[in-house]
């Protein structure tokens, strides 16, 4: 069974930055696109960011693009959201994932989440 954890979500200002980072083990890391959810109070999870088996390939929500960079490092079993310029309505749990694909109709490909990482901007 795959698990992951996610870690490095916190407290900032808006126009702060934060890193996220996902270890993942249990499956072959590195077989899989990857991508990252976010779930606010009261609403239903949402997707962020996705990026490909090797990295060429990347996808970003509207909302977060030139703001947000997602990497992997397949070596570690692990991928990252770099955060910039964080906003208020960032604020949200923060879930990685094997995804079906890169783009906009990105689902997450297991039904196992992690217990996420907090990310709260203040004002």
């Not at 490095?8 to 996220?20: E, F, I, K, T």
């Not at 770099?82 to 208020?88: G, Y």
């Not at 994932?97 to 709260?120: I, K, R």
Request: hydrophobic share 30%; proline share 2%.
């Amino acid at each position: 069974q795959v698990q992951l954890v996610e870690s490095g979500g916190g407290l900032v200002q808006a126009g702060g930055s934060l890193r996220l980072s996902c270890a993942a083990s249990g499956r072959s890391f590195s077989s899989y696109p990857m991508g990252w959810f976010r779930q606010a109070p009261g609403k239903e999870r949402a997707s962020v960011a996705a990026i490909s088996r090797s990295g060429g390939t990347t996808y970003y929500h509207d909302s977060v693009k030139g703001r947000f960079t997602i990497s992997r490092d397949n070596a570690k079993n692990t991928v990252y959201l770099q955060m910039n310029s964080l906003k208020p309505e960032d604020t949200a749990v923060y879930y990685c994932n094997a995804v079906t694909n890169v783009g906009s109709t990105m689902t997450s490909l297991y039904d196992y989440w992690g217990q996420g990482t907090q990310v709260t901007v203040s004002s």
